[in-house]
């Protein structure tokens, strides 16, 4: 048996495990109070993998899911206790060859307080709804600006 690659990822009230095995089957997650096993038979040549975490906090075993996709199976794992960060998905310090960060998926999340995270949210939701054509034009603005010279051109001269 070998153990899967993952990658993982902390949110205030959860934490992700993304296993990636390719077109898996057979897949069994047992979640505990303080650890979490999980094991598959992957791609063609029917690789059998297993994988079994102490985990750094207790999470809510009732609670957590996972979800198998062709590529991967994504563990949401819900915290016993929310709003605690965690600095590692495992209970001991040491390194797991098999483990790593989501760096794509990561969220500094606890030094912003939910009112913030809400209205950033809205404001990065506004930004990206924002396109190019939505900018006013400019054009128009220029021609204000001339027909305000082209009164100024008509008054007199006062030499």
């Excluded at 296993?19 to 029917?46: A, R």
């Excluded at 979800?67 to 563990?75: H, I």
């Excluded at 915290?79 to 960060?101: F, M, Q, Y």
């Amino acid at each position: 048996m070998h153990a899967a690659s993952a990658k993982w990822y902390d949110r205030r009230d959860s934490v992700f495990v993304e296993f990636c095995v390719e077109d898996s089957k057979e897949v069994q997650v047992k979640f505990d109070k303080s650890k979490f096993e999980f094991s598959c038979v992957s791609g063609t040549e029917n690789i059998k993998h297993h994988n079994e975490v102490e985990l750094f906090g207790e999470i809510d075993p009732k609670n957590s899911k996972h979800r198998r996709t062709d590529r991967s199976v994504l563990c949401w794992l819900r915290k016993a206790e929310a709003g605690k960060s965690w600095p590692r998905l495992t209970k001991d310090k040491a390194k797991c060859n098999w483990l790593s960060v989501d760096f794509n998926n990561w969220k500094d999340w606890e030094d912003d307080s939910e009112e913030d995270l809400s209205s950033f949210d809205k404001f990065s939701e506004m930004m990206n709804s924002m396109g190019g054509d939505d900018l006013p034009d400019l054009d128009g603005a220029e021609e204000e600006h001339e027909s305000a010279d082209s009164d100024d051109e008509k008054m007199p001269d006062l030499e």
